[in-house]
């Protein structure tokens, strides 16, 4: 999908639905200054095209008893997909994961977590994280603070 196929109709539904996905669709059409019935077929093929691909509820883990949130850096050997399919599929089942990332350079995953206190976070890389062989270094970096921002085509940037 290329930038270029995207108007500033499609754009303005990004924003405001980014911003808040429960947006009604008469108040949507009213902001964008088109019709209802424009702005709802407008959305419908967003999503058909796979540039909406979901609606999420925001969720303040702090206030889900999950104040402390981190990165931890693991660094796997040897990183392979026969190492690293299992991993992802552990990861993914902790309740303390938020988001799982594989990148490129020194580390192989940054895995964001969130959890009750220090002590809990202590554990959670000793218990759970250390113990598997697989993981030959990990670098915890705690998060003070965390913001999000409306993603935006690069010509807007």
């Known amino acids: 999908?290329?930038?270029?196929?995207?108007?500033?109709?499609?754009?303005?539904?990004?924003?405001?639905?980014?911003?808040?996905?429960?947006?009604?669709?008469?108040?949507?059409?009213?902001?964008?200054?088109?019709?209802?019935?424009t702005a709802l077929e407008r959305v419908r093929a967003?999503?058909?095209?796979?540039?909406?691909?979901?609606f999420?509820?925001?969720?303040?883990?702090?206030?889900?008893?999950?104040?402390?949130?981190?990165?931890l850096a693991?660094?796997?050997r040897p990183h392979t997909s026969q190492l690293v399919d299992p991993l992802?599929?552990?990861?993914?089942s902790l309740p303390e994961t938020i988001t799982l990332f594989h990148v490129a350079g020194a580390e192989d995953f940054l895995v964001h977590?969130?959890?009750?206190?220090?002590e809990h976070l202590h554990r959670l890389c000793l218990e759970r994280f250390l113990v598997?062989?697989?993981?030959?270094?990990?670098?915890?970096?705690?998060?003070?603070k965390s913001e999000d921002q409306p993603v935006q085509r690069p010509s807007e940037m």
């Open 1 to 37: 999908m290329h930038n270029a196929e995207l108007d500033s109709i499609d754009l303005a539904i990004l924003a405001a639905l980014q911003r808040d996905a429960r947006l009604p669709n008469k108040d949507l059409a009213e902001r964008l200054g088109v019709a209802p019935s």
């Open 46 to 54: 967003l999503r058909r095209r796979g540039i909406i691909t979901g």
């Open 56 to 71: 999420r509820a925001s969720v303040d883990v702090a206030k889900l008893g999950r104040p402390l949130q981190a990165l």
């Open 74 to 76: 693991l660094r796997v």
């Open 88 to 92: 992802r599929s552990f990861v993914l």
């Open 113 to 118: 977590v969130a959890v009750a206190d220090a």
């Open 132 to 144: 598997r062989p697989e993981i030959v270094h990990l670098q915890t970096t705690l998060i003070f």
